[in-house]
């Protein structure tokens, strides 16, 4: 993998952050694989782990009595685990569809580092924002679909 810091100045989550928050970053970053179809979390495991995709492909799943259902497909350069700066508990299941290379952080670390410096904080917390936003528009859409189906011209 090219250096940490030229990965997360391009990566969608952190892409326009400072240099020095991209630096405080980088040192909290740890590289992580997984391989298809392992499990990376459950949903409502406690975990703190927060990834940011460098490659591969996640399912993102809730488990119906029997059978995991997916709900959505997380690509690289996506964020998986954004829970962690906010409570600890997974909200999904996560599965590597295919061998998974991610940067791993500490979700309570990164909350410590946010909290010393609130210029850091600032920028992390408005990152993990807006994935929020994009996941909740992403679930109204596919709601829209399946509740709601375009009817064919006649």
Avoid at 94 to 123: I, K, M, N, P
Wanted: hydrophobic share 45%.
């Amino acid at each position: 993998m090219p250096d940490i810091a030229d990965f997360l100045r391009e990566h969608n989550f952190s892409k326009g952050f400072w240099p020095e928050h991209i630096a405080r970053l980088a040192a909290m970053a740890s590289e992580v694989h997984f391989r298809s179809g392992e499990l990376i979390f459950h949903e409502g495991d406690r975990s703190s782990l927060f990834y940011l995709l460098v490659s591969g492909r996640v399912a993102l799943e809730v488990v119906d009595p029997g059978r995991p259902v997916r709900l959505g497909t997380l690509y690289s350069g996506e964020v998986l685990g954004w829970s962690s700066l906010t409570t600890f508990e997974k909200q999904f299941q996560a599965r590597a569809l295919e061998d998974v290379h991610a940067l791993a952080f500490d979700g309570t670390r990164l909350l410590h580092a946010c909290e010393e410096d609130y210029g850091f904080g600032f920028v992390i917390m408005r990152a993990a924002l807006k994935v929020t936003v994009e996941r909740l528009h992403t679930l109204r859409t596919d709601l829209l679909e399946v509740y709601n189906p375009v009817e064919a011209l006649v």
